[in-house]
């Protein structure tokens, strides 16, 4: 770039198709800072994320990020994607926890003793709800807790949507402990009826 004393020399390997940098000039002159594209911002939060302390960086956090260790400005909107792709690459897709449900509920019920789990899929094999109760949790209610269950259902947010059906007991403590949740498509009687008829085996 005009006006500027930056450079950088690099040679390519003769066997791959990456480079090597040979110098590199650390003397900026100029205030030019060029946006990186999506490829480049996902291999640098990669590392950042693969941290779990730093898991759930919002997008201005991101921002910051970018601008203290890079010097680089970046949009709000633009910080969204990378983290998106960064943390599909290490935690998996929803599309792949759904597929992996089913495996999951087996190896719960036979390394937890107790526990509970039920899925409903509809007649096209699509996933309609789904309850779990570990087995820990429902030992604890049998013989330390209140005999008092507490019930409540909340909205999910997110690429899927639906509702969460949680329930919780309380020891001589006032101290809460999970015992049985549940998934469904909407805060519906249906719903409820399922998930309660699930609860009561």
């Known amino acids: 770039m005009d006006n500027c ?25 100029c205030s030019h800072t060029q946006l990186p594209n999506e490829n480049v911002l996902c291999h640098f939060l990669k590392g950042i994320l693969v941290d779990s ?17 890079l010097c680089v400005h970046i949009s709000y909107w633009k910080a969204w994607n990378p983290k998106m792709y960064d943390l599909n690459l290490l935690r998996g897709t929803h599309e ?7 495996l999951y509920c087996c190896n719960l019920e036979k390394k ?15 996933f309609e709800y789904f309850f779990i109760a570990i087995g820990c949790a429902v030992r604890a209610l049998q013989i330390c807790l209140r005999p008092i269950i507490i019930i409540d259902g909340t909205h999910l947010k997110g690429k899927y949507l639906g509702t969460i059906f949680l329930v919780v007991g309380m020891d001589g403590n006032n101290q809460i402990l999970p015992i ?5 498509k909407t805060e519906s009687g249906e719903s409820w009826i399922w998930f309660l008829s699930r609860l009561k085996e």
Do not use: P
């Not at 302390?53 to 260790?69: A, E, F, G, H, P």
């Not at 049985?180 to 469904?184: E, I, L, P, S, T």
């Open 180 to 184: 049985a949740f549940g998934v469904g």
């Open 96 to 102: 792949e926890g759904f597929q992996r449900q089913l």
């Open 53 to 69: 302390t730093d898991s759930m960086l919002w997008r201005k956090q991101i921002q910051r990020t970018l601008n203290n260790r």
């Open 5 to 29: 004393d930056w450079w950088i020399r690099a040679t390519k390997h003769s066997t791959t198709d990456t480079c090597q940098v040979v110098k590199l000039s650390e003397k900026q002159t």
């Open 112 to 126: 937890n003793l107790g526990a509970v789990t039920h899925i409903k899929m509809s007649d096209d094999n699509k």
